[in-house]
Nanobody, 117 residues
Framework: QVQLVESGGGLVQPGGSLRLSCASTRNTFGVPAMGWYRQTPGKQRELVATINNGGNTNYADSVKGRFTISRDNVKSTFYLQMNSLRPEDTAVYYC???????????WGQGTQVTVSS
């Protein structure tokens, strides 16, 4: 069974930074896509950032220029560096991986990010 373990969430003041990590129990070499979503109560899950096997990235307009997604296939871990955080970034952040040998995406357990003074 493949698992994704998230870490790095917490409480930060506006303008601050956090780095989220998502560690996979399976090797991520060759995985075509992985990324981060976020969700707030009463709203649909929102795509934040994705990265493919070629290192190409995609970001939600609301986080462009502030968030950076990266992957380390040697450690089977990928990251979301979040800078210049705003109160509207407050959400539960979920990582996912599209393993080619599984029919559906694998999701992390979620980590809370709260941006507040």
């Amino acid at each position: 069974q493949v698992q994704l373990v998230e870490s790095g969430g917490g409480l930060v003041q506006p303008g601050g930074s956090l780095r989220l990590s998502c560690a996979s129990t399976r090797n991520t070499f060759g995985v075509p896509a992985m990324g981060w979503y976020r969700q707030t109560p009463g709203k649909q899950r929102e795509l934040v950032a994705t990265i493919n096997n070629g290192g190409n990235t995609n970001y939600a307009d609301s986080v462009k220029g502030r968030f950076t997604i990266s992957r380390d296939n040697v450690k089977s871990t990928f990251y979301l560096q979040m800078n210049s955080l705003r109160p509207e970034d407050t959400a539960v952040y979920y990582c996912y991986v599209d393993f080619p040998f599984l029919p559906t995406a694998t999701w992390g357990q979620g980590t809370q990010v709260t941006v507040s003074s």
